[in-house]
């Protein structure tokens, strides 16, 4: 006997939210594994310390536990990508936009988006075996681990999250603007630049807050091409090692489970995730502001 279609709706309806449920399931999930044994780490730490001592000793003899030199390396080689990818991914969103044939574009995205398939140990070699005695030749003084080649190799790979985004919104506005635009006079780089970037700018803030997102939170490069040496500065010539690094470090094994240098891994991590749960909910809100904007 056939199954009627209101049951059908109701099967369907119930595996959608189901389906919708799943994360945020996972993100309430993560965050109870990192708050338990968060807690645990505070009730032996201060968090006062945690977040004003300047130096991050967890696994010596003399323990400090202070967050800022983790929190400054993760910034800083961000930062360096942020720089980076910012004004090339919009100006290449730009160019495919307004300037490049509809055959180039379709030609070119792909190739673009294949720049985020590559494996990031493949990148974090390349900084390091590439990148640094490249620079090293310009930048004498710069040591073999250093935050800036790793930045750089981290903004080239987040080069295609601002693209790609930025082209979609940038195709969104509509022609019309354009149209109006050339008729007061205004030429290509003026329309462009002028008129169509602001004109999508949420979209295109949206995408550099997800790209930093993801440069927040990656792992391998700054693994292999920064050094894991976890130091106050914002000197990008020198070694530093970021939130991740050092949990990538902890978990390796070395360290004793249910101890307070295990626990630390919990404390960084569920700070890096305020930080990209926070932007993540900047982009959201930007996006819901704006969406309607040229309605």
């Known amino acids: 006997m056939a199954k009627s279609p209101v049951k059908s709706e109701r099967l369907i309806e119930a595996v959608m939210i189901f389906c919708s449920l799943i994360s945020v399931l996972t993100t309430i999930g993560i965050i109870l594994v990192l708050s338990i044994d968060t807690i645990k780490f505070f009730s032996e730490v201060s968090i006062v310390e945690f977040f004003t001592d300047l130096e991050w ?3 010596f003899e003399d323990q400090h536990f202070g967050i800022l030199p983790l929190l400054s390396g993760t910034i800083l080689t961000t930062l360096i990508a942020t720089l980076l990818a910012v004004p090339v991914g919009v100006s290449i969103a730009v160019y495919l936009n307004e ?24 990148y974090g070699f390349f900084a390091l075996q590439f990148v ?32 790609s985004l930025s082209e979609d919104a940038l195709r969104a506005v509509p022609n019309s603007l354009r149209e109006a635009s ?5 030429n290509k780089l003026q329309t462009a630049f002028r008129v169509m970037v602001p004109a999508a700018s949420s979209g295109i803030i949206v995408s550099i807050i997800l790209a930093i997102s993801r440069a927040l939170g990656e792992t391998m490069i700054v693994a292999i091409a920064a050094g894991q040496q976890p130091n106050l500065t914002l000197n990008p010539l020198e070694s530093v090692e970021t939130i991740t690094t050092y949990i990538v ?31 993540n909910n900047i982009s959201f809100w930007i996006q819901k502001k704006y969406q309607n904007r040229y309605d």
Not at 257 to 277: K, P, V
């Open 57 to 59: 000793t967890p696994l």
């Open 249 to 279: 470090q902890v978990s390796m094994g070395d360290v004793p489970q249910d101890s307070l240098e295990y626990r630390t891994i919990f404390a960084a991590g569920i700070t890096l995730f305020a930080f990209t749960f926070l932007l």
């Open 132 to 163: 640094t005695p490249l620079l090293q030749q310009f930048i004498p003084s710069l040591a073999g681990f250093n935050a800036l080649s790793p930045g750089i190799v981290m903004g080239i790979m987040i080069i295609p999250y601002i693209t």
């Open 99 to 122: 300037y490049a044939s509809k055959k180039f574009t379709s030609a070119v995205k792909p190739i673009l988006e294949v720049l985020a398939a590559i494996p990031t140990v493949v």
């Open 182 to 186: 050339y008729g007061l006079g205004a």
